[in-house]
């Protein structure tokens, strides 16, 4: 099993930059497909972007191409999600997901493994 803790959300202006992390407990966080989700209220809960074990294949929802950047440190088991040119409708309590698949997924129904969440607010 893997705990996974997030970090890094807060209030920011349209525009603002936020890096989000997500530490991962144990031993095996390699062996992990990584994913970072969002849910804004009344709303269902959103693959926002994917990343493969070794980090060399990555997804991104629409929304966050080119703004939104994945990555991951197995030597730190940490996760990260660069967020750039942030918007108001990117406003959501944003969480990190963990799951050992052999592609990356992008539902939220297929990792097991969830953080508690962190919430990211961007004013307009």
């Known amino acids: 099993q893997v705990q996974l803790v997030e970090s890094g959300g807060g209030l920011v202006q349209a525009g603002d930059s936020l890096r989000l992390s997500c530490t991962a407990s144990?031993?095996?966080?390699?062996?992990?497909?990584m994913g970072w989700f969002r849910q804004a209220p009344g709303k269902e809960r959103d693959v926002v972007a994917a990343i493969s074990w070794s980090g060399g294949d990555t997804y991104y929802a629409d929304s966050v191409k080119g703004r939104f950047t994945i990555s991951r440190d197995n030597a730190k088991n940490t996760m990260y999600l660069q967020m750039n040119s942030l918007k108001p409708d990117d406003t959501a309590v944003y969480y990190c997901a963990a799951d050992r698949l052999s592609y990356i997924a992008t539902t939220s129904d297929e990792y097991d493994y969830w953080g508690q969440g962190t919430q990211v607010t961007v004013s307009s």
């Open positions: 144990g031993r095996t966080f390699s062996t992990y497909v």
